[in-house]
C-alpha cells in the first residue's frame, strides 16, 4: 500500500486535545487522525445524499477525463 504524507494545520487547543486522547487511547496522533479520517470516508459513503452528489461530479467531468484518456 502506498501511503501518503500529509500535512494539517490544527488551532492549539484542537492539537492539545488531539494528543491527550491519543495518549488517553494509548495511540499515535497519526494513528487517530487516519481513524478519524476511516470513520469519516466510510461515513459519507453512507450518506445517499453524498453518493448523489458524488455521482454528478463524476458525470459533469466525464467529458474531460475522457478526453484526457485519449492523450
Known amino acids: ?3 501518503y504524507t500529509t ?3 490544527l ?3 484542537t492539537a492539545e486535545a488531539l494528543a491527550a486522547v ?3 487511547d494509548n495511540r499515535s496522533i497519526s ?3 487516519r ?3 476511516d470513520e469519516h470516508i466510510d461515513a459519507r459513503r453512507a450518506d445517499p445524499a453524498f453518493q448523489q452528489r458524488l455521482a454528478e ?3 459533469s467531468e466525464r467529458e474531460v477525463f475522457e478526453r484526457l484518456a485519449k492523450l
Open 1 to 3: 500500500m502506498t501511503t
Open 7 to 9: 500535512t494539517i494545520r
Open 11 to 13: 488551532p492549539g487547543p
Open 22 to 24: 491519543s495518549k488517553a
Open 31 to 33: 494513528e487517530a487522525v
Open 35 to 37: 481513524k478519524a479520517i
Open 57 to 59: 461530479l463524476f458525470e
